[in-house]
């Protein structure tokens, strides 16, 4: 190597290391939002991608925590807690809910203590991508989903039941067509 071409590799070494260290694989997802959730209950009406930059929760016995009423959302909880347990067993409180959506992803955080933890309803939902979620302590479901063509994969679902309303408990349920439910722990 010549001495300018040393040089040049030196200095380039240089500004790397200047720029710190290298983010966690999910650690950049904060700067590709579009808004960030900071309190509850939260409704989306716009596509976009939302994040958390924080751990959240809500003591509301009804509704839903957040409610995803636009097409196109990518909900990221870049790591961090959606929480319901405040309002107690007999809560009938979700933690993310969407009604006849397509194209919506939610993933990369925990959601505990709310009725079910994650409920996608209605038959003309499609294409919904649950990945790398974990729901604990839900009083009847984890996930469950309505409609075609959703993918739920890498998620984790524990400690569901303790209702006070003689609910079914169900960790994760799909009704329709084609959902490939992949690598979940239930």
Do not use: W
Not at 41 to 51: F, L, R
Not at 79 to 87: C, H, I, R, T, V
Not at 145 to 162: A, I, K, M, P
């Amino acid at each position: 190597m010549d001495r300018i071409t040393s040089r040049r590799a030196q200095a380039l070494l240089a500004a790397t290391l200047a720029l710190g260290p290298v983010p966690a694989v999910h650690a950049d997802e904060t700067l590709m939002c579009n808004a960030t959730i900071t309190s509850l209950p939260y409704t989306i009406t716009t596509q976009g991608h939302y994040c958390f930059d924080r751990n959240l929760s809500t003591a509301q016995t009804a509704g839903a925590a957040i409610t995803i009423n636009a097409d196109f959302v990518t909900l990221d909880l870049n790591g961090f807690k959606l929480g319901g347990g405040a309002a107690g067993p007999a809560t009938l409180t979700t933690g993310v809910a969407a009604t006849d959506r397509k194209n919506l992803v939610i993933r990369n955080g925990n959601i505990r203590g709310f009725r079910s933890g994650i409920f996608v309803g209605g038959a003309a939902s499609k294409a919904v991508i649950i990945e790398d979620m974990r729901l604990d302590e839900n009083m009847t479901n984890g996930i469950v989903v309505f409609g075609n063509n959703h993918v739920l994969r890498d998620n984790s679902v524990s400690d569901s039941g303790g209702n006070t309303t003689g609910s079914l408990v169900t960790g994760i349920a799909a009704f329709g067509e084609s959902a490939q439910i992949i690598n979940n722990a239930v």
